[in-house]
């Protein structure tokens, strides 16, 4: 839960995207050992490859961090 609220603020403050895409998108992230998976990123067919390639890093950063009890800011 640590993690997905670190990665939410993150990506919120960062993209202007609705909470909901990026809700589902840490979720899907996240279940998918830190990228959208192929077969998801039809979903997601107006963000770019760049933002979406910067929205699994900071899943994966949140995700380590709160394994490591670190605050996952870069």
Do not use: W
Request: glycine share 6%; hydrophobic share 40%.
């Amino acid at each position: 839960l640590q993690a997905y609220d670190e990665a939410f603020h993150r990506i919120d403050r960062e993209f202007d995207l609705p909470a909901s895409d990026i809700s589902r998108l840490i979720r899907m992230i996240s279940g998918n050992e830190g990228h959208l998976a192929k077969g998801k990123r039809h979903q997601f067919a107006s963000l770019p490859d760049e933002l979406i390639a910067r929205i699994e890093q900071v899943v994966r950063e949140s995700l380590a961090a709160s394994r490591t009890g670190c605050d996952g800011v870069a």
